[in-house]
């Protein structure tokens, strides 16, 4: 006796489940609240800590990609890139006082530049193994690394884009030397786009990435369409990688082909893997670790602190499944059975 | 020109023994190894070392380079690249990363951050004319040994039993282990030599390349795309698209030296587009 | 929404305090901030300052004018938005009274807002190209300028019979630097640039640069690469044979580096550079230097970018001595303006109208000295300007 206008037991079961999943829970809360801490906390490191939530961006980006829909890529760097430069140009041009040179302004510009070469690309990740979108979206970032190499008269060349002068963000901050504006700038426009993927990946169109990454035929078999979904989410993320290399550009004041090059795009990677892929929160975390580990070691031995990095990453590999989150998932686990024990 | 096209050749051929270990690591076991620069640098500071320090003569550096790399790939086969076959790609690229970091470090502790060169001996410099082109003896050499390598490889792998039992073993490990085949030395010899060819490589490398402790990482790129390019099932592959990445980059940068950085790159994006496999692939086996 | 609205008004707070902050205090340390590429392919450079900067402290005591001098040496790992960012977490966090280093060009240009907007000088004491100084008042080189070290070699080669040369350097600000100045200076003295040839910057194979040059038959090739890379490019020279077809191969010191010009092996005896330093200058403090240096330092010989961060230092000390410990940075940038000394490397001095470096530049010839490679210098032309 199925009634029309009240739902199946099922079907409820699977609406709380999947509005369940949207709700945030106390450890997301006291994440973002500890992140505003830091502005007090760590008032002497606030440029690091607004290159490491624009790292986490360029990381959550990454994740979309290959976390949610499952296509490794080692090319997000070449959308950071061409975010900072196109914002940089922009602000250039804009010569601190007309409004090309708003800094929000810029970020669109730097996204949405990004977006539309990420979606003329984002045909060629279509096809192919692992390891060849790998080299695919590898080769992509290198032929963007040697245009900006040569395009001189715009962008430089080696020496980088100077003159980058973003105006006051809103008209109203102007970015200072000790980093406060552009690390709650940089804070707010993570936090704005993380929460408008957080509300994605939970959508039916990221349940429906997810379900290509499980298993791509059955989906497609299913009447999923497949290509649009995966051109879809690499156009989100090269514009969120846009906005994450805006950022930078304005908060640096400048953008060089260093921006552009292979380790960006390899440094998000791993951020995102050290961190945990799948979890939006693991790029963000990796980033954090990462970078922080590496700025203290760096401190303490300026020659050799790229060895204990490596000791780190291959311990992490070699101990723990999923990265840090997985080791914190590890560490509650055990808490939770010692508790239950006790 | 011929000139041009030699130097192309060998150059590509330089790629090709870099980068053929990679081959048999990622086509053969499956396993995604960044950190085979390592064993190439490797193999170019110990024949370094041995030159300058012990003057040992270059002929006999290069088997030493060969087995010194073979060693250390075993023993850290044994010890740590064991336990990571069966994580993820992502897990394994996270592993060799890791291990390149630390083996820069150490190389810059040991030798600090200056490119370190050798002096060739004098019957491997110098040039002679062939059909009015001007050929460096060195490249010669080093295509030489390149063309002995891919046959040697080609038949190792397909007409002696261990090639078949290897083949066995990575087709289906379980099976093969119930046919009495043992699996774990058998990729562990694999590792070995692969990493071996690439110490090789290094050794081999120092007589047209410097090496510096960041060579891992600056090299990993070559290696990534001679194999993407060349597809991962054959050996053959990876050596045609080797000298066709080679030829490509030196007559390039010689006739249109605007463009000439980014005819590889533009090369490997058309051919994964085309044919994802790589280009000398067997149609997919799986 | 109510989060960010939270965010946004502690963003409010968080500048209202900020203006309150005052930075005026009291110190008894002065602190010396080295941005330096300490890894990655430019890391032999940070080396080579930093081993050059310790080495002056050494010979002259922590102590200057009342003050405590602290170096704190960051690894940029020669990453531009790096430099820029431990720039600015040592003027406010390590309150530096002096900024010092720079290895690459776009790692120093990217520090210029930073020295401008704190008002710290920035002393260059690697990086090469003319216009960086020009882009802060608070940038001070004590290294030296592409043309600087250029001009010379052009000269030399009008007027030792060469008629045509190919210029072959890297693609990047130095490089071009470099390739205009000798240009525009050979062929005022009657030469001809056949062709001007440029590699990449990160280029491990120059046989296709070097073939094309070998082909245009010239009477000279003049090469350029920065200092580390030296090694690969005269190596493939070397291989290819240049010298054996007549072709004279010159340059600036950057290419014979004294870093690795030993281990280049005998192909490169004769070779003629131009350079403002080499660890073969015939002076007496060039001799206690090199001496000093190879001890403190197992044995690596200095070059040219160790004798930047040793005058570097020499720069900071005479400043504060000048300003009598007075930290201020514009006093200090004034103080350092004319200064002028004896430097291993031969008289040295900052031009007062650009704050360039103004020093004797010197044509030498790659010779074996005791069974060791030394760039051996014969001519002098004395007080070339960095910048004009």
Known sequence: MSNITSPSPEAMRARAVLLGRSRWGVAEIIFWILAVACYWLFPTKLSLLSEIAILGLVALSVDLVLGYAGIVTLGQGAFFGIGAYAAGLAAKFGMGTSLWSDPVIGLFIGGGVAAVIGFATSFLVLRGSDMTRLMVTLGVALIVDEVVNQMKWLTGGSDGLQGVLPSAVLGIWEFDLFGRVAFVYSLVVLFVLFVIARALVKSPFGLSLQAIKGNMLRTRAIGMPVNARLVAVYTVAAFYAGVAGALAAQTTQFASPDYVAFHRSADAMLMLVFGGAGHLYGGLLGSIIFRTMQDVLGNITPQYWQFWLGVTLVALVLFVRGGILGLLDNMLAAWRRKGGAS | MLTILLDGIAYGMLLFILAVGLCVTLGLMNFINLAHGTFAMAGGYLTITLMQKAGVPFLLCLPAAFIFAAALGLVLERTLYRHLYDKTHLDQVLFSIGLVFISIAMVDYAYGANQQIVNLPDYLTGRFSFLGASIGVYRVFVIAICGLLVVSLQLALTMTRFGSRLRAAVDDGRVARGMGIDVTRIFAVTFAVGSGLAGLGGALGTGIISFDPTFPLKYMIYFLIVISVGGTTTITGPFLAAILLGVADVAGKYYVPAVGGFIIYTIMVVVLIVRPQGLFARAAAK | MFRRQILKSIG?????????????????????????????????????????????????????????????????????????????????????????????????????????????????????????????????????????????????????????????????????????????????????????????????????????????????????????????????????????????????????????????????????????????????????????????????????????????????????????????????????????????????????????????????????????????????????????
């Not at chain 3, 968080?14 to 902050?21: I, K, N, P, Q, S």
Request: net charge neutral.
């Open chain 3, 12 to 388: 409010v707070a968080g500048l209202a305090l900020a203006t309150g902050v005052s930075a005026a205090c009291a110190q008894e340390v002065v602190k010396v901030g080295l941005i330096l590429p300490m890894t990655g392919p430019s890391a032999s450079t940070g080396r080579q300052i930093e081993a050059g900067a310790r080495l002056w402290m050494a010979q002259n005591g922590s102590t200057v004018a009342g003050k405590k001098i602290e170096l704190i040496i960051k690894d940029d790992t020669g990453a531009a938005d790096q430099s820029k960012r431990l720039a600015t977490e040592l003027v406010v966090n390590d309150k530096v009274a002096f900024l010092g280093g720079f290895g690459l060009t776009p790692l120093a240009l990217s520090v210029g807002p930073v020295a401008t907007q704190a008002k710290v000088p920035a002393v260059i004491m690697a990086a090469g190209t003319s216009t960086i100084v020009a882009s802060s008042p608070y940038f001070v080189r004590t290294s030296f300028t592409l043309p600087q070290n250029t001009a010379p070699m052009a000269q030399w080669s009008a007027a030792n019979g060469i008629k045509t040369v190919v210029t072959l350097v890297s693609d990047y600000g130095p490089g071009l630097d470099s390739e205009k100045a000798f240009k525009a200076e050979f062929e005022a003295k009657g030469g001809k640039v056949l062709e001007s040839l440029r590699a990449p910057l990160m280029n491990p194979e120059f046989a296709a640069f070097l073939q094309k040059a070998k082909d245009l038959k010239p009477d000279a090739l003049f090469l350029f690469v920065p200092s580390g890379q030296g090694a690969s490019l005269m190596k493939q020279v070397g291989e290819r044979e240049l010298a054996k077809s007549g072709i004279k191969i010159i340059g600036t010191g950057d290419v014979t580096d004294d870093d690795q010009l030993n281990g280049m092996g005998d192909a490169l005896i004769g070779m003629i550079t131009s350079h403002n330093y080499s660890a073969a200058h015939d002076s007496p403090e060039n001799k206690a230097y090199v001496a000093a240096f190879l001890k403190a330092n197992n044995n690596m010989r200095p070059n040219f970018m160790s004798v930047g961060g040793f005058d570097g230092m020499a720069a900071i000390y005479k400043a504060l001595e000048k300003t009598k410990g007075d930290t201020d940075g514009t006093k200090l940038v004034e103080a350092m303006k004319g200064l002028a000394w004896v430097s291993p490397r031969g008289p040295m001095s900052i031009d007062p109208a650009t704050r360039d470096v103004t020093q004797n530049v010197y044509v030498r010839e790659v010779k074996k000295v005791d069974g060791q490679l030394y760039n051996v210098e014969f001519a002098t032309i004395a007080n070339v300007k960095g910048s004009n």
